[in-house]
Structure formats: structure tokens, C-alpha cells
């Protein structure tokens, strides 16, 4: 039976929080949100440790790319920070899109920084020179998630047209259009193994799809309000899933049943208000929300 412990809860944040992000370094959180800055935490001392820079529009998006002393921030605005751990400033402005980035991501292999926005554009930099790449025209609506497969040949983009793109990341050509949602898409993420998709959505279904044949093969009621986030566990056979509804939920990877539920009404002190983003620390699950609380829980999945 899996058991869930609230560790701590982490404060300072004085609007919603959207986003979070683990550092390449070990034990370093950044969050972001509707304040005008993004934030460093401590997760060995569970403590606020400084403002990293201060930003002129809420943080929607941070993605720290393995590799590189990087940590780039998506703002609302549609500029993308980036920001240099070793010369600890901001070394430049990524300034192409004009509507909000909802997400950013890597791919490791071709050196490049993927990056979606409400444009409904993905723009592709190269991570070395920070030039622009290439710019993909996914969608006529905003791109809200990103993912890349483990073996680094598919990307996976959610939209707000209820549809899930799927690109060949060798050469952005679109491979499948995944139907099933009847409202927008607010994740995607590959398995870890990458033998299938799990898509959360507005419409509070979580959808798992095939990758060898894309096709459909489970429909989950699985909250009542919108899917914002999923999260693999990086290691053992589960995922969770952040809701609007204010609950947290892990999920078997395997075999897709319901193993907790993280809520007030299961006597939880835990979010007042939409959770928004997950982000896993070894068996310590880290949540942000609208209620401008980190809380960090401990699980036992054994």
C-alpha cells in the first residue's frame, strides 16, 4: 500500500506558482509564477535561498537542459530567459514569439531547445549558440506541453485544439495527428521506456496511446476538472497527475490503476487551489499551485 507524508511545505511565493524545475545540481528547486521573479530553493534544508533575477511578466515555463550550465525561463510575454549558472546573470533574450511559452524542453542528442507557445508555433535553437533553428507550425491554437520520447526520435506536442501532434524529431516532419479529447490538452509525456503516451486535458481525462501503432488503447475519468501535469517517476512503475481539482493522484505505469489520492478530503493538509505542475525528487514528489504553496511529500511506493 502506498503511503503518502507531507514532508514540508515551502513559502514565499506571493501569487500563484505555474512551474517548477530541478537544477542540474542536485538538492536545487526554482519555481516560478505570477510574481515578478524565479525563485532558488534548497531541498536539502528545505529552505527559500534567493530571488535568481527578477522577470517583467509572470513564469510559465523553466527547463534546466542536462549538460549545460543553463536554466531558461518562458515568460507570458513570449520572451524566453536565458540564464548562465557560471557567469550568474542572464547572458541573453530569446525574442521571437509574441504570445505566452507554456512549455520547454531538450533534446540532448541534436543539441537543441525546444520551445511552444501560445502563437501556436514550437521555435527550435541550438543549445551551443542560442541561435534560432527553426521555427514549426504545429498548431492554429496554443501549444500548452511538450515531450520528448526516451530514445529521442519522436516529440509529442498537446494543443489547445484538443489534438496531440506527433513530430519526427529527426526532421519536424508530422508523423500522426492523436483525436480524442474533447478539450485542450494541457500534457503529454512519453513512458519511460516510451511504448506509450499519457495525454491529460481540460477535460479531465487522461488518454493512453500506443506509439507503435498510435492508436488509442485507455480512457481514464481520472479527476474532476482539468489534467494540468503528469509525471513519471524516474524510477519505479507509477506516474502521477495534478489537477485543477485541487488533488494530487499516482497511478500504476503498468497496469493504469488508481494507487492514492493526495486531497483535503482524504485529510490531507494539502493545496487550497489548483495544483499546477509535479515534479519528482527520488520518492519525494514536489507540487505547486494557484495557492502559492511548494509543498513536498514524502512517498512510500514499496
Known amino acids: 500500500m502506498i503511503t503518502a507524508e507531507k514532508i514540508t511545505e515551502l513559502t514565499g511565493h506571493g501569487s500563484p506558482i505555474f512551474t517548477l524545475e530541478l537544477s542540474q545540481k542536485p538538492g536545487i528547486l526554482f519555481s516560478g509564477g505570477n510574481d515578478k521573479g524565479l525563485v532558488e530553493w534548497s531541498l536539502e534544508r ?7 533575477f527578477p522577470v517583467a511578466a509572470s513564469v510559465y ?5 542536462a549538460g549545460y550550465p ?3 525561463a518562458g515568460l507570458r510575454s513570449g520572451e524566453v530567459l536565458v540564464f548562465n549558472f557560471v557567469e550568474q546573470k ?4 530569446l525574442r521571437l514569439h509574441r504570445s505566452a511559452i507554456f512549455d520547454i524542453k531538450s533534446a540532448p542528442s541534436k543539441k537543441e531547445l525546444l520551445v511552444a507557445s501560445e502563437d501556436g508555433t514550437v521555435s527550435v535553437w541550438n543549445l551551443d549558440t542560442l541561435e534560432q533553428v527553426y521555427v514549426l507550425k504545429v498548431s492554429n491554437d496554443t501549444i500548452r506541453s511538450i515531450s520528448i520520447s526516451p530514445d529521442q526520435k519522436l516529440v509529442a506536442f498537446g494543443c489547445r485544439d484538443n489534438s496531440i501532434q506527433i513530430y519526427d524529431l529527426e526532421d519536424y516532419s508530422l508523423i500522426k495527428s492523436l483525436q480524442g479529447h474533447t478539450m485542450a490538452v494541457f500534457t503529454v509525456q512519453f513512458s519511460p521506456y516510451g511504448a506509450y503516451l499519457v495525454s491529460g486535458s481540460r477535460d479531465a481525462q487522461i488518454k493512453i496511446w500506443d506509439m507503435t501503432t498510435f492508436e488509442l488503447t485507455k480512457s481514464i475519468a481520472a479527476h474532476m476538472f482539468a489534467v494540468n501535469h503528469i509525471a513519471f517517476h524516474p524510477e519505479k512503475p507509477y506516474f502521477a497527475t495534478a489537477s485543477m481539482d485541487k488533488s494530487i493522484k499516482i497511478w500504476g505505469a503498468d497496469d493504469f490503476k488508481l494507487y492514492k489520492i493526495i486531497s483535503r478530503e482524504k485529510g490531507y493538509a494539502s493545496h487550497q487551489l489548483s495544483v499546477n505542475k509535479l515534479a519528482w525528487n527520488g520518492d519525494d514528489l514536489l507540487s505547486v499551485s ?13
Open 290 to 302: 494557484d495557492d502559492k504553496r511548494i509543498i513536498i511529500w514524502g512517498l512510500n511506493l514499496d
Open 61 to 65: 515555463a523553466i527547463h534546466c537542459p
Open 90 to 93: 542572464i547572458i541573453k533574450s
Open 46 to 52: 528545505n529552505t527559500f535561498i534567493k530571488v535568481m
Open 70 to 72: 543553463l536554466l531558461f
